[in-house]
């Protein structure tokens, strides 16, 4: 299955025309996403979403911080150097967690494209 890169900027617009309906949305397909680019398979992203609730967002902190693991295990599976973000992403999660976001789908949307041979292409809205 080839995965679809998403444009950042419709996110963002997409989460404040719909009062943030679509940000859960996005939540969702990010953590999905980064589960199918590392191989890992849990938790999936509708598990994190109830988790996040559950916890009154204390779980979405976690979750950043594993993001930021699991996007640099994904980065390094494919022999890219670097280092991991997961600080970064916990710390923008506490803050403005919508940035954190951005940072981690513009890494996602880096990894589809180095695995589809350059062509990622922007429709997976």
Same mark, same amino acid.
């Given at each position: ?64 911080? @594993? ?9 390094? @599976? ?26 981690? @789908? ?20």
């Amino acid at each position: 299955m080839v995965m679809k890169t998403r444009s950042i900027p419709v996110c963002i617009i997409l989460s404040i025309v719909t009062c943030g309906i679509y940000a859960l949305y996005w939540f969702i397909v990010l953590t999905d996403d980064v589960n199918r680019l590392s191989g890992r398979q849990r938790p999936s992203g509708g598990t994190a979403f109830l988790l996040e609730l559950v916890t009154c967002g204390i779980y979405g902190i976690y979750w950043a911080y @594993q993001m930021g693991e699991v996007l640099y295990a994904a980065k390094a @599976q494919r022999g890219y150097m670097g280092s991991s973000n997961s600080v970064l992403y916990l710390i923008l999660q506490l803050i403005f967690p919508i940035v954190g976001w951005c940072l981690m @789908q513009d890494e996602v949307n880096k990894l589809i494209v180095g695995d589809n041979g350059g062509f990622g292409g922007y429709g997976g809205y």
